[in-house]
């Protein structure tokens, strides 16, 4: 667990600032996801979040990159207790073409909702 947490004056009756947690999840490669456990002071951002666990934040130009619980946002979104800062990484290939390759690699008669039909029974049921 890292913990990032700012010190406030050393008066008497000074009050310590509020930390709250967050999670960081990065998928850097394959397969190869990182998950870090923070606690942030109140009203800490996205980009500290990535700072804190020695990640760079994302050019600016790419803000699909960056997401809280799955919802893409800005580096420079503030968080809420909890939060779940997710940081991708670039598709490869359109699922959508994927899918269809493999689609035509297994056939149309052995893959998908009516492969398994009864024999004489109608198309599509």
């Given at each position: ?5 700012t010190?406030g004056?050393?008066?008497?009756g ?7 947690p967050?999670?960081?999840?990065a998928?850097l490669g394959?397969?190869q996801?990182?998950e ?10 996205v ?24 919802r893409?946002c ?7 207790p ?8 670039p ?7 994927a ?8 056939g149309?008669?052995t ?14 049921y």
């Amino acid at each position: 667990m890292v913990s990032l947490e700012t010190r406030g004056p050393c008066e008497p009756g000074a009050k310590p600032q509020a930390v709250m947690p967050i999670s960081v999840v990065a998928c850097l490669g394959p397969r190869q996801v990182q998950e870090w456990e923070l606690q942030l002071p109140e009203g800490a951002t996205v980009a500290q979040a990535l700072q804190a666990c020695g990640l760079a934040p994302p050019p600016v130009h790419d803000p699909q990159a960056l997401g809280v619980w799955g919802r893409r946002c800005g580096a420079a979104q503030a968080l809420k207790p909890g939060d779940r800062v997710e940081l991708y990484r670039p598709l490869r290939v359109d699922p959508k073409v994927a899918r269809r390759e493999r689609f035509k690699g297994q056939g149309a008669r052995t893959a998908g909702l009516f492969a398994k039909r009864r024999p004489g029974a109608k198309p599509g049921y």
